[in-house]
């Protein structure tokens, strides 16, 4: 702590001195509503401190059109964005036109989450900060266990009993349209999320491992996927196959599904006002494997980056160092409840007055199963679609676990050919 | 029998009317809504909460988006109509060698994806100086409206008798005076609809104009809409999407309202001998 | 009448050509002077990045950096590496999404000529409401597409989507339909939600078609009591064919390029992807500006072939000179 303080004070009195040749920076942040604010009001202070400017410079919402604007800035090496904030597997794809924060972040680095540090780096080198963290979270309806007097699932096998239950009985009560779990199976990055946790809990992997190994095709991958391919049509919609967090928060927080595999935000608005099962819900670890299994979720949450055509980079890299601080993520943890990567702020009082069961998800976050993002850099979207293609085709039956991940190894072995670059 | 005909006439017109305005209607009682309203279905309007309505307003500079797609969309219009009707003529009216094949290679410029030509343009515009402006984005428009505008209107052209412009040249007009005094008049009716359609495709474009803007006062409708977001990355603010997308379509409603009499206006002038 | 219609493309007759040469070559001076400004924008405007899209096809170009790329010739469509074939042109995906691009065509452009005649018939008669009606039809395309396709994907929910419950109370279905989740009916929800959205732009084509139509054939056709459905067949139809297939052709050009709808209906799904998604998915996802290049290539040379032959069977002379 005094470390950080001093440090800060450092960059202040640099640039309170430089403040005559103030300079504007553009930072891309959440477009609208309560990120914004939230965005804006940490940008502010920095400004207020150091005599510079900060503009706000809004990108899409959706993740896929918010890459390929980035890439596009980047390709034409645009210094229009000074500072990006990146999705976590996005650190090795855009590692090429960012700033190497390893000299000035290394005195605050090892205060963060282990493996949020672990997305930052490329190559050894810390290409981003992290900023605030997510991971895959087991929503359930609390009365409808005590209903049907049965625990909080551990293992994905209890989950299964657990649902088909509730499911019964609920429906045995005329509501025919009441499902047991629901979670994200579109062709899409999320379906690669939820696909690693069953994977990652199975312990069949992590699709490619640290050193670029691919080690999909295993027999505990394989069973994760046959468990998940035997709930669509059963404890699960078979619509969940084109579901992304929307629509599953939509038909759990409509009362129709007891469990809900989905990421943190979604606690705020299951607990909102106008919320048909406010009080009734309750977050857990997502279930193991099996009793050698393990709890999984996957790891997701942004980190902020400096682009190396800024023409400031120096101010811009202390910006981001203000934003990813500790006061900041402090402010940013009370009054928007995003989840801090700072460990310590885990233990943190005022935050846990503001977000009750941040204490729970300190768990969560450490046992996270990162993508193999920094493994596959580059290719990190290809591995990813392939895999989530893979995953769909057994979800639909339309091919069987096996067989299906037998030509993903050989689809993958053969992106990798040259190593992963 | 006339009588069956006109009830069949007007369940079609019904039907019709059902099927593209449904989707608007939905639009609109869920603009009205929000929360965990979103979820359930509702065919009528429980309030009228204008709280949506406000916001799209409130947290950017909505009124200004609809301003530029006006402007781009305008300007478009204006400058592919007016290129594309002088370009007709010639395709259209006469005869010289290399017409098909240059007809052709307007139409293959609309036969690439989008996004195959975006970082190329994204490189033109930016080495104009245009990267950030609207002139920017209504240059970028006109390669998706252009060629088709040519097309159009040459075929349109093509089929008014020939006579048409003989008796305009014996007595010694220009090619320039046939196209504003002879053509203009009996091509309005192809003219507004082609400019109505390019208007369409030019408010409803999106890629460009996400690429080739960066801030919000620059943005037009599109991008503007595709940024709404709720609390959260990941909530969708269905409510606020709604309400804006149900103001969008008043322009486009008062634009067919205005050039209605235009439209009509050409059945008389299509009465041409032929 | 109907041989009046086809002899309109009689070209000018022998006599008449000698006495107007001189007229005739200063008019086609002024038809370059007249194409020449449209020519300009458009070379400038999409020769560059055309070019540009063409040229890395034959590299190996990286979004990353595309400054350092090498050329490698036919590569990206078929190469042989260590005596397996590989390239865009071996790449079942590939084959597929061209597929489920040509089916979405056919079958959404077919439905749309249909209907949009049909509308563009009713807005051609005179009947109370007619302006409102000719606003309704528009709404639809007013409505930009990323926000309508989004919206039907709401509407198609299995769970809580208003089309399955609206079905459900007609009593059309038994049970809730998974339109968006199983590929088969995935791609039919694209078709109706596109039919929804650009049936509008071919009844306004034709409408303008029928609008400028001379409107003696019909007096004349009235007095010989021909039945509507004749008139329209031998008399309509023909008269407006011209302007009916640059309708066609501009739609299915559009189609064949469908990205945003199917991509928002179903993501990028390997068994709905349309070749848009494909190669977007190539140039934006994977960075592979080589390859995706190759692919965006490979439509242009698709949808040409697709033109000609449309242009051909509807014996469109491109050169034809005025009624």
């Known amino acids: 702590m005094p470390r950080l303080i001093a440090s800060f004070g450092l960059a202040a009195g640099i640039l309170a001195s430089a403040s005559a040749w103030a300079v504007e920076i553009s930072i891309s942040c959440s477009a609208l509503g309560k990120e914004h604010e939230i965005c804006k009001q940490g940008v502010d202070a920095w400004a207020k401190r150091t005599g510079n400017t900060v503009k706000i410079v809004s990108t899409p919402n959706s993740a896929t059109e918010r890459l390929a604007l980035y890439q596009q800035l980047l390709a034409a090496g645009a210094s229009d964005i000074d500072v990006f904030q990146i999705d976590v597997v996005w650190t090795g794809i855009l590692a090429d036109h960012l700033v190497d924060l390893s000299a000035k972040g290394a005195a605050d680095i090892d205060d963060h989450l282990p493996a949020m540090v672990e997305t930052s780096r490329v190559n050894g080198k810390l290409m981003a900060m992290p900023w605030f963290a997510d991971a895959g979270l087991l929503y359930y309806r609390q009365d409808l266990l005590d209903k049907y007097k049965r625990p909080v699932p551990q293992t994905w096998a209890d989950l299964t009993e657990t649902a088909r239950i509730i499911q019964d009985g609920e429906r045995k009560e005329g509501r025919g349209d009441f499902w047991g779990y629901v979670w994200q199976g579109r062709a899409y990055e999320g379906l690669t999320t939820n696909a690693l946790e069953w994977v990652a809990s199975f312990g069949g992997g992590t699709v490619v491992d640290d050193k670029g190994e691919v080690t999909i095709e295993n027999p505990k991958a394989a069973e994760a996927l046959k468990t998940a391919a035997g709930w669509v049509g059963t404890v699960t919609p078979e619509g969940v196959l084109n579901y992304t967090e929307e629509e599953s928060r939509g038909v759990f927080q409509a009362g129709n599904a007891a469990f809900m595999r989905n990421w943190p935000y979604a606690w705020a608005l299951a607990q909102g006002a106008d919320s048909t099962i406010k009080g009734k819900v309750g977050i857990a670890p997502l279930p193991k494997g099996g009793p050698d299994g393990r709890h999984a979720g996957t790891l997701g949450g942004q980190l902020l980056a400096v682009s190396k055509y800024s023409k400031n980079a120096d101010a811009a890299t202390d910006l981001v160092l203000y934003l990813t601080g500790q006061q900041e993520q402090k402010r940013r943890a009370v009054e928007g409840s995003f989840n801090p990567t700072i460990v310590s702020l885990y233990s943190d009082a005022d935050i846990a007055r503001a977000n009750p069961f941040i204490g729970d998800l300190v768990d969560v976050f450490t046992n996270a199963v990162a993508r193999p993002a920094t493994a596959t850099g580059q290719n990190y979207n290809k591995v990813s679609t392939e895999f989530f293609n893979a995953v769909h085709q057994v979800l639909s039956k339309r091919a069987e676990p096996a067989q299906a991940l037998g030509r993903l190894d050989r689809d993958l072995k053969r992106i990798k050919r040259d190593g992963w670059k | 029998m006339k009588i069956v005909t006109r009830i069949g006439f007007w369940l079609l017109v019904i039907a019709i009317g059902l099927f593209a305005l449904f989707p608007l209607y939905y639009a609109i009682i869920s603009s009205f809504r929000s929360g965990a309203a979103l979820f359930t279905i509702a065919y009528l309007p429980e309030r009228f909460d204008p709280t949506n309505y406000i916001a799209v307003f409130e947290r950017q500079p909505f009124g200004q988006n609809i301003l530029n797609s006006i402007i781009v969309a305008g300007s478009v219009v204006a400058i592919s109509l007016a290129l594309g009707m002088t370009a007709a003529y010639a395709f259209g009216r006469i005869p010289f060698r290399g017409r098909g094949l240059l007809l052709m290679t307007i139409l293959a410029v609309s036969m690439f994806p989008q996004v195959a030509v975006l970082s190329g343009m994204f490189e033109l515009i930016r080495s104009l100086g245009l990267y950030n402006t609207l002139p920017g984005l209504i240059l970028a428009n006109l390669m998706l409206t252009l060629p088709f505008t040519i097309w159009v209107l040459t075929t349109f052209m093509r089929e008014l008798p020939k006579e048409i412009e003989e008796a305009a040249f014996v007595d010694g007009a220009t090619p320039w005076i046939v196209v504003r005094r002879v053509f203009l008049p009996l091509m309005a009716p192809a003219a507004v609809t082609t400019g109505l359609l390019a208007f369409i495709v030019s408010w409803n474009e999106f890629l460009f104009a996400l690429t080739f803007t960066l801030t919000n006062e620059r943005r037009t409708v599109p991008p503007a809409i595709a940024l709404m977001t709720g609390s959260t990355a990941y909530e969708l603010p269905w409510g606020t999407i709604m309400a804006a997308s149900v103001i969008v379509t008043l322009p486009i409603i008062a634009l067919v309202l205005v050039f209605q009499r235009k439209i009509v206006a050409g059945l008389t002038a299509g009465a041409v001998k032929g | ?323």
């Open chain 3, 1 to 323: 009448m109907t041989s009046a219609v086809a002899q309109g493309n009689v070209s000018v007759p022998q006599q008449a050509r000698g006495r107007r040469s001189s007229l005739t070559r200063s008019r086609i001076r002024s038809a370059w002077a007249f194409i020449a400004p449209s020519l300009i924008i458009l070379a400038l405007i999409a020769g560059w990045p055309l070019a540009r899209t063409i040229w890395f096809s034959f590299t190996d170009a990286n979004l990353n950096n595309l400054s350092d790329y090498e050329f490698i010739g036919f590569e990206n469509y078929l190469a042989n590496y260590d005596g397996e074939w590989l390239g865009l042109l071996t790449d079942p995906d590939w084959w597929h999404s061209v597929w489920n691009t040509v089916w979405f065509t056919l079958v959404s452009v077919s439905i749309e000529t249909v209907l949009g005649i049909i509308v563009a018939l009713i807005l051609n008669a005179a009947f109370p409401g007619r302006g409102l009606m000719r606003a309704i039809i528009l709404i639809p395309w007013a409505i930009p597409t990323i926000v309508s396709a989004k919206m039907w994907n709401w509407m198609l929910h299995d769970q809580f989507g208003v089309i399955n419950d609206l079905l459900l109370r007609l009593g059309l279905i038994a049970a809730p339909m998974t339109w968006t989740a199983n590929a088969d009916t995935a791609l039919w929800a694209a078709v109706m939600v596109d039919v929804w959205k650009h049936t509008s732009f071919m009844a306004l084509l034709i409408l303008a078609a029928l609008q400028m139509l001379p409107q003696d054939i019909y007096e004349a056709a009235k007095v010989d009591g021909v039945s509507p459905i004749r008139v329209f067949f031998r008399i309509t139809l023909p008269l407006i064919k011209p302007a009916l297939l640059v309708a066609v052709i501009f739609r299915s050009l559009d189609a064949l390029r469908v990205f945003d709808l199917i991509y928002v209906l179903t993501s990028n799904a390997r068994d709905t992807a349309s070749m848009s998604i494909y190669a977007r998915q190539q140039l934006v996802d994977f960075q592979e500006v080589g390859l995706g290049s190759a692919a965006s290539t490979l439509i242009f040379l698709i949808i040409a072939i697709i033109v000609v032959i449309t242009l051909a069977a509807g014996r469109v002379r491109l050169g034809e000179d005025p009624r």
